[in-house]
Structure formats: C-alpha cells, structure tokens
C-alpha cells in the first residue's frame, strides 16, 4: 500500500519513498478549493469533505481526495433505525460502515429509502405498529454514506447478522452489493417463515450463504466471510433469537470487535435477568432455550477477554458510548496536531 497513516492517537505523519513522491507530484489530481480541516477517527486518518492536502516530505505532495480514501481503512458507527417500544422510546440500530482498499462493507443495513417513501407497502401497518418504527430518511445508512462524503455505490458487500427486515429493509438501496449470511438463517428464509418479509430481497442480490465451520474464534464456531480485503471478518452463530442468527466478529489493527446483533436488545440483559427487556426478548426469541445459552456464552467471553469490544444492535447507550469516543479522539487529534491541521488548510486553497 502507498503511504501510510499512523493511527490518530499519535502524532499524524506521512511516510513515503522517493519514487512515491515523485508519483504523486507528478500526477494530476484535480482537486477544487476547501476551507475543511483534517479529521480523525479512533482507527484512521481521513479528508472530511477536503479535496486536496499537502505535505512537505521532503518536496510538496498533493494528494487528492480520492486517493486517501482509497488508502486507508476506516471503520465507521451508523444508527440506521429508530423504534419507540414500550421499554425504550429511543431503541437503535446500530450499524457498522468498513470503509478499505477502495471498497465500503456494510455490517446490517438498518432500514432503507424506500421503507421510509413507502411504509405501508414494504412493511405493512401492522408489523409498523408492533415493531414501534419512527421513519426518517436522513438516516438511512444510504444518507448518511452520502453525509461522511462518501459514494454509496461503493458499497461492495452487506454482511447480514439475520434477515429480520429492521436488519436488511436496506439493502435494495445498494443493489449491487452481495449479501453475506448463514445458511441457517437463509434457509429459515426461504421457508416461509411469516417473521420474514420478501421485499427487502425483492431485488435478487447475489446471496453468499456460509455453512457449519471447523474453524473457532475464542470457542465459538466461526464462519471466514469471502470477501477481498485485508480485515479478517468472521460469522459467529449467537442462535436463538433466530434459528440462523449470527454475530459479527473483525479485526481492527490489533483489537477485536464482536458486534452480536440482536443476540441481547438491551446490555442490561447480560447482568439482570428481571428487566422488562426479558420479557420483550422472549418473545421475539425462535428459539429462547438457545437465546439464553447464547447469553452465557456471550458472559463468558466478556468475562475471560475483556479486551475484546462487544456490543449489540438496538442499545442506544452503547452507540452513544461509541459516537462519544469517536468525537473525543477527533478533538484531541486536532488540538494535538494544530500546526500540521493549519498548514493543511492553508493548503487547500
């Protein structure tokens, strides 16, 4: 890869040989003036909404938008669901945006475009009113790829927990994209389940299913998804909320994330069995005998590698957390990296 961003929790820098250097001079990036500063997130250095930046190192280098985001690998945290229930008024949907090597991997979709133009007909008003959802278009997972500056044609690959519509009314919005899940669950699709709709696969996208593995990730069975990329993304069946019900587990540099879905609604689930969200989970649960087994697995593992993160779908307090921290190392890297943030500016003019 040319060029590297080290991550923004030291200082930003800019590494690269002569023959790169001279590549980059020499190429032409046609970028217009901006007036945006640098950003950061908690993985990766990126251009928000900038079209060029400079380096002295060791002669000007000007590098256009395209080519950053192109470089690096970034990892981005989308609510793409509201629903009003009778235990949160503010229940999430917490997606996950991959943004490397040219490609962005969607990790669920949330609801999409068209479930927000057309309800009633996607939906239906009685699984609207069960459900609890409170539409909006602007956060679409559609939308909000456009507000990070990003083209939601590049959308390569969805890779989907469960096939509740909450989870994939999305995926019409980018067509073009596989969709990544377990056989179990896409066989209990097809099966006529009446908890499934047929309009979020309406479209025929290529689906990549992913049967029964030898392979474990930290005791669990684990499910390599095929996708060309450097970060390793695995299937983790959580069952029981779903017969094909599964989590996400991925590398970020060295650190692992284990999104599972709708394996628990709300963290409170993990430490107190008495929480209306119980209630709430049973009920919704195929299978609540595995959901509860899945519980203690989840437990255990929180409990033996607490170093791995661990969150779910609908609680809003662990986005929060997340958007929280997120917001938190972009201010520190701009205070702690003012001079190189002004010369970039005055860069880019």
């Given at each position: 890869?040319?060029?590297?961003?080290?991550?923004?929790?030291?200082?930003?820098?800019?590494?690269?040989?002569?023959?790169?250097?001279?590549?980059?001079?020499?190429?032409?990036?046609?970028?217009n003036a901006c007036n945006r500063h640098v950003t950061a997130t908690s993985w990766s250095i990126f251009i928000d909404d900038c079209a060029g930046f400079?380096?002295?190192?060791?002669?000007?280098?000007?590098?256009?938008?395209?080519?950053?985001?192109?470089?690096?690998?970034?990892?981005?945290?989308?609510?793409?669901?509201?629903?009003?229930?009778?235990?949160?008024?503010?229940?999430?949907g917490h997606c996950l945006l991959l943004q490397e090597q040219g490609k962005l991997i969607l990790i669920d979709t949330g609801i999409g475009l068209l479930?927000?133009?057309?309800?009633?007909?996607?939906?239906?008003?009685?699984?609207?009113?069960?459900?609890?959802?409170?539409?909006n278009e602007e956060q679409t997972a559609f939308r909000q790829i456009e507000k990070l500056g990003l083209d939601p044609g590049m959308v390569t690959d969805?890779?989907?927990?469960?096939?509740?519509?909450?989870?994939?009314?999305?995926?019409?919005?980018?067509?073009?994209?596989?969709?990544?899940?377990?056989?179990?669950?896409?066989?209990?699709?097809?099966?006529?389940?009446?908890?499934?709709?047929?309009?979020?696969?309406?479209?025929?996208?290529?689906?990549?299913?992913?049967?029964?593995?030898?392979?474990?990730?930290?005791?669990?069975?684990?499910?390599?998804?095929?996708?060309?990329?450097?970060?390793?993304?695995?299937?983790?069946?959580?069952?029981?909320?779903?017969?094909?019900?599964?989590?996400?587990?991925?590398?970020?540099?060295?650190?692992?994330?284990?999104?599972?879905?709708?394996?628990?609604?709300?963290?409170?689930?993990?430490?107190?069995?008495?929480?209306?969200?119980?209630?709430?989970?049973?009920?919704?649960?195929?299978?609540?005998?595995?959901?509860?087994?899945?519980?203690?697995?989840?437990?255990?593992?929180?409990?033996?590698?607490?170093?791995?993160?661990?969150?779910?779908?609908?609680?809003?307090?662990?986005?929060?957390?997340?958007?929280?921290?997120?917001?938190?190392?972009?201010?520190?890297?701009?205070?702690?990296?003012?001079?190189?943030?002004?010369?970039?500016?005055?860069?880019?003019?």
């Amino acid at each position: 890869m040319a060029g590297k961003y080290i991550r923004s929790s030291q200082t930003i820098s800019k590494y690269a040989s002569q023959e790169e250097v001279d590549s980059w001079y020499t190429s032409s990036c046609g970028f217009n003036a901006c007036n945006r500063h640098v950003t950061a997130t908690s993985w990766s250095i990126f251009i928000d909404d900038c079209a060029g930046f400079s380096f002295e190192y060791p002669k000007k280098i000007t590098i256009c938008q395209n080519k950053i985001y192109n470089q690096m690998k970034n990892l981005h945290h989308l609510n793409c669901v509201r629903i009003i229930s009778p235990v949160n008024d503010n229940v999430c949907g917490h997606c996950l945006l991959l943004q490397e090597q040219g490609k962005l991997i969607l990790i669920d979709t949330g609801i999409g475009l068209l479930d927000t133009l057309m309800p009633e007909e996607r939906i239906g008003r009685p699984l609207i009113d069960l459900v609890g959802y409170s539409f909006n278009e602007e956060q679409t997972a559609f939308r909000q790829i456009e507000k990070l500056g990003l083209d939601p044609g590049m959308v390569t690959d969805c890779v989907i927990s469960h096939l509740d519509n909450d989870h994939i009314g999305g995926l019409a919005d980018f067509p073009k994209a596989s969709v990544h899940v377990g056989v179990e669950e896409f066989e209990n699709y097809r099966s006529g389940n009446p908890r499934y709709l047929e309009a979020p696969l309406a479209h025929h996208p290529i689906i990549k299913t992913y049967p029964r593995s030898n392979d474990s990730w930290f005791g669990f069975e684990a499910r390599k998804v095929d996708i060309d990329i450097d970060t390793d993304i695995y299937l983790i069946p959580l069952f029981g909320h779903t017969l094909g019900h599964c989590g996400i587990a991925l590398r970020t540099d060295n650190n692992w994330i284990f999104y599972v879905g709708d394996a628990y609604y709300m963290r409170i689930e993990l430490s107190d069995a008495t929480h209306p969200v119980n209630q709430l989970a049973k009920a919704r649960a195929e299978n609540d005998t595995l959901r509860i087994q899945t519980l203690d697995k989840i437990k255990n593992l929180m409990h033996q590698q607490p170093n791995i993160e661990v969150f779910g779908y609908h609680d809003i307090e662990e986005f929060y957390t997340y958007k929280k921290l997120i917001n938190k190392s972009i201010i520190n890297a701009y205070h702690s990296n003012r001079d190189i943030y002004q010369s970039a500016n005055r860069s880019c003019i």
